[in-house]
């Protein structure tokens, strides 16, 4: 039996972040965690264990690069894979919101098959 993964899905708008959570849901394996934004997501990381954050980029009053970053500045997060979705698709901008510390990019829009082959690349193995 495959064990569930818990993914942080941080997206401010609501028909988005049901159907990325649809998608995972039907994949099956998932575990789903919703934060509205970056300064929601940092609450719900105090108390809940995730095995990656999937976020976009563009939020109110917390950006996606502002919760990479807090989270990188946290000890006991700064190891958390995360995947940054964004509609900018220029290099200077795919440039800014990854980082060497294991971040990843995602341009919306995706399909179902980039968001796996992104979740596979960016999440550690895990034993079964």
Do not use: N, W
């Not at 708008?13 to 159907?19: A, D, E, N």
């Not at 959570?21 to 809940?48: C, P, S």
Request: aromatic share 4%; hydrophobic share 40%.
């Amino acid at each position: 039996m495959t064990p569930f993964r818990t993914i942080l899905l941080v997206e401010d708008s609501p028909l988005t972040r049901r159907m990325i959570r649809q998608m995972l849901e039907q994949h099956g394996g998932f575990v789903v965690e919703e934060a509205i934004d970056g300064q929601d997501a940092l609450k719900r990381l105090a108390t809940t264990r995730v095995d990656v954050v999937l976020s976009d980029l563009h939020m109110m009053p917390m950006d996606g690069q502002g919760l990479r970053d807090s989270i990188r500045a946290q000890a006991e997060l700064s190891h958390l894979p995360f995947i940054m979705m964004t509609g900018q698709h220029c290099p200077e901008a795919i440039r800014r919101t990854v980082d060497d510390q294991g971040s990843h990019y995602l341009a919306k829009p995706f399909s179902r098959e980039q968001l796996f082959q992104t979740l596979e690349r960016t999440m550690p193995r895990q034993a079964a």
